[in-house]
């Protein structure tokens, strides 16, 4: 298997700041790599609240809720 390599060796995000690498795999089963972003880690934290409240598992656990 090869190595999986996230990120530049060697490289460190300023501080406040996060090195971000998203990769995604689409319903039908593309691969999606995005380039290394350098982003504030505030901003980092506002798009993984929003991915997690749009996801299909917090949907689904609102839906239950509400029947129960």
């Keep these: 298997m090869a190595e999986r390599r996230i990120g530049r060796k060697g490289r460190a995000a300023r501080h406040g700041?996060?090195?971000v690498t998203v990769?995604?795999?689409d319903a039908n089963g593309f691969?999606?790599?995005y380039d290394e972003i350098e982003?504030?880690?505030g901003s980092l934290h506002e798009a993984?609240?929003?991915m997690q409240l749009h996801s299909v598992a917090?949907?689904?656990a609102h839906r239950a809720d509400e029947t129960a």
């Design 23 to 25: 990769t995604a795999r």
């Design 58 to 60: 917090t949907e689904a």
């Design 39 to 41: 982003t504030p880690i």
């Design 48 to 50: 993984i609240a929003v």
């Design 17 to 19: 700041h996060a090195l």
């Design 31 to 33: 691969v999606h790599h």
